[in-house]
């Protein structure tokens, strides 16, 4: 079966961090650009970050930038998202995704996903 493990997520004060991590399963992480989405109750799916295959990041949300940190490490077959100084707004299911159409933020373009991983930031 081919998908993403992702895990990472939990409950966090405004303020702190949380390192997420997704882990490719039946497919090898190297051909792929990877998106972190996220997805907050009652609204759409959303692209955050995404990593080329050349390792080149792209942050498609001007709130996280400079709060977040995308990363792979393809001989692990993993992807990371670090995330400082959360806010509340943060607060959704995260998941991670693989494209070969270059970092699109329509979720329509990823094949391969995880369950999601919740991450929620609240005092």
């Known amino acids: 079966q081919l998908r993403f493990v992702e895990s990472g997520g939990g409950l966090v004060q405004p303020g702190g961090s949380l390192r997420l991590s997704c882990v490719a399963s039946g497919f090898i992480l190297d051909y792929y650009d990877i998106t972190w989405f996220r997805q907050a109750p009652g609204k759409e799916r959303e692209a955050v970050s995404c990593?080329?295959?050349?390792?080149?990041?792209?942050f498609h949300l001007e709130s996280v930038k400079g709060r977040f940190t995308i990363s792979r490490n393809n001989a692990w077959n993993e992807a990371f998202l670090q995330m400082n100084n959360l806010e509340p707004e943060d607060t959704a299911v995260y998941l991670c995704a693989a494209t070969t159409n270059d970092c699109s933020t329509s979720p329509s373009m990823y094949p391969y996903w995880g369950q999601g991983t919740q991450v929620t930031v609240s005092s």
């Open positions: 990593i080329r295959r050349s390792g080149e990041s792209i």
